[in-house]
């Protein structure tokens, strides 16, 4: 089970594994837990420019999210609805139904629920700053991980995350396509993106199906102005995007690490 905070971002950190392990027989689970209705509108608009429509972007993020399941194979897609929260300090944070503006407790009853239902071994989302600080994504790590507590069923947990060493690469690439990409730097309201390579304790190769990672990010066609990675085109993608990395936040398998299966100790 991967819990994301909008459409489109299974793609990005876990299109590999859940393309990989679907296609090894395992049940995946996409749990998405905002509309998306902060995303880009139809033609490029803006939220907040005149004439968006905010329920025409939900729907059309709904539709780019089955086809975004539809290739990476994803055996059941839950969403839970919740309005999303925008960038942290935008006034969307408060609104009615937000997903930032709603009681941890509440939502984590709502993920409980469907754990129970699924009963996955593993659980893949991000970790306490949500990788880079939004607040949707903060918030389904705390969701995660209170519904965790709550029913103890899953056996491993993983929170997403990429390998400091890999920066260096990604700028080099996004300014081979005209894109500035500094790398990042810790700061008192931003902690450092990424670990230290020997901190990351799961390295899981998806480069076999770099094909369809690439058509799961380019059915989110919306947001493709957002999305840098598409203009590497789908061998340059999956050469930079291949190798999925987490850590290992919780396990009952003892199994030893690093390890390069999120299914280690459990088959």
């Known amino acids: 089970m991967a819990v994301h905070a909008h459409p489109d971002d299974e793609a990005t950190s876990t ?24 995303g880009d509108g139809p033609g490029g608009i803006k939220p907040g420019d005149p004439g968006r429509d905010p329920q025409a972007v939900v729907e059309m993020r709904r539709a780019e999210l089955a086809a975004s399941c539809e290739a990476l194979k ?45 009963r996955p071994d593993v659980v893949v989302t991000y970790d306490e700053n949500g990788f880079y600080g939004h607040p949707d994504h903060i918030q389904a790590h705390r969701i995660t991980m209170a519904a965790v507590e709550q029913t103890g069923i899953p056996a491993k947990v993983y929170w997403t995350t990429v390998p400091r060493s890999a920066f260096q690469q990604f700028g080099t690439v996004m300014k081979e396509i005209g894109v500035e990409f500094p790398e990042p730097e810790a700061t008192d309201e931003m902690p450092a993106l990424g670990l230290p390579d020997d901190e990351i304790t799961t390295w899981v190769d998806t ?11 380019a059915a989110h066609a919306s947001q493709a102005e957002n999305i840098f990675f598409l203009r590497l085109g789908q061998e340059r993608f999956t050469e930079l995007m291949g190798m999925e990395t987490f850590v290992r936040v919780r396990d009952t398998t ?13 088959r």
């Open 254 to 266: 003892g199994a030893a690490t690093p390890e390069d299966d999120l299914f280690a100790g459990l």
């Open 207 to 217: 480069r076999a199906y770099g094909g369809q990672k690439f058509a799961s990010l």
């Open 74 to 118: 994803v055996t059941h897609v839950e969403t839970l609805g919740y309005g999303d929260s925008g960038m942290m300090g935008w006034a969307t944070n408060e609104a009615p139904g937000a997903f930032w503006n709603t009681p941890v407790a509440e939502a984590a009853d709502r993920l409980a629920e469907l754990i129970r239902r699924y």
């Open 15 to 38: 299109g590999g594994v859940l393309a990989r392990y679907a296609a090894e027989g395992v049940t995946t689970v996409l749990v998405t837990c905002t509309d998306g209705g902060c």
